[in-house]
């Protein structure tokens, strides 16, 4: 038997003032009682479960809401990075036509003259050890480098003798520097085309260098 019954909550009434109570009449009471306290008990039980599935939830919903946030910036960092290397491409481009552009453009601020002295002086400057140069001219140059090709050798004392000789076959600004072992062939419009391919190459392999780095990220 308890000591305190809850007498409202189990329905039971008395009038006001002190009460003596059988034996049969308390034992209702006890079992009422505690299977009010069970039922608080197994609600309590209940409201607990239901507050840590509710916990858990939160938890579970939060992770994946981080898990899905993180997923969104890899795929944001992805598609950046992807936009960026083609910004970089379109750069690397742009800037090999600009260098392309430039020389071409500064190149052709040059006399035939000036430009086939360059050539001349870039070809000597390989046989520098040869003691005899034979130079062929387009015929519209023979008598310039008849002229300079005093200050020219100058510059190389190692050589003895330049001849300059006429070729018809050549057109300013192609000149033909030759010696006993070697020729060089100074085609001024088939260097900058070699120099352009050049540039176009390397434009190429850094781009793929770039996408393989970028695949691998």
Known sequence: MVGY???KELGFRLSAGAHVLR?????P??????????AEQEAERIRQEARD??????????EEGLEQARMQAVGRIVEESRVLDDALRDIDR??????????????????????AEAMVRAA????RREKRIQLS????????????IGDIKAGFPEIDLIDVVEDPSLDPPRIIV?????RVDGHFAQRLDELEAILRRSAVVIAEEDAAEGAHR
């Open 29 to 38: 009471l006890d079992a009422a009682t505690a299977l009010l306290k069970a």
């Open 137 to 148: 001219l387009a015929p519209s140059q023979i008598e310039h480098f008849r002229r300079s």
């Open 124 to 127: 000597l400057k390989q046989m």
């Open 23 to 27: 034996g049969g009449e308390v034992e």
């Open 5 to 7: 019954y809850r007498l």
């Open 94 to 115: 742009d800037l090999t036509n600009l260098v392309i552009h430039a020389v071409r453009k500064l190149v052709d601020g040059f006399s035939d003259q000036d430009k």
């Open 53 to 62: 599935a509710y916990a858990a939830e939160k938890i579970r919903g939060f």
């Open 178 to 182: 030759e010696s006993p072992v070697g």
